[in-house]
């Protein structure tokens, strides 16, 4: 079984800085892709940013210049460096990893970490 587990949300003033950490666990043979999308209240849910594993990276327009994302492979971790936080990214962050593991090729999605700006 592959598990999936974010941490670092939390209540942040607009203009400040919070940085998600998600981590892969299981028998991972390779992380082809991890990302980062979230499900703002009444809203569905939409892409932040993603990484492969040649290290490319995809942002949603409206976190360009401001979300950083990266990662380790040697600790199956990707990280969300998030700044000049605004009110309307409050939203639940998922984390999604693409893994080939003891199980296969699959998808799997963390339980999610609440981020909320407001002052």
């Known amino acids: 079984q592959v598990h999936v587990v974010e941490s670092g949300g939390g209540l942040v003033q607009p203009g400040g800085s919070l940085r998600l950490s998600c981590t892969a666990s299981?028998?991972?043979?390779?992380?082809?892709?991890m990302g980062w999308y979230r499900r703002a209240p009444g809203k569905q849910r939409e892409l932040v940013a993603t990484?492969?594993?040649?290290?490319?990276?995809d942002y949603a327009d409206s976190v360009k210049g401001r979300f950083t994302i990266s990662r380790s492979n040697a600790k199956n971790t990707v990280y969300l460096q998030m700044n000049s936080l605004k009110p309307e990214d409050t939203a639940v962050y998922y984390c999604?990893?693409?893994?080939?593991?003891?199980?296969?090729?699959?998808?799997?999605w963390g339980q999610g970490t609440l981020v909320t700006v407001s002052s």
């Open positions: 990484i492969i594993s040649g290290g490319s990276t």
């Open positions: 999604n990893a693409a893994v080939e593991s003891s199980h296969g090729r699959g998808d799997y």
């Open positions: 299981g028998i991972i043979f390779s992380v082809n892709a």
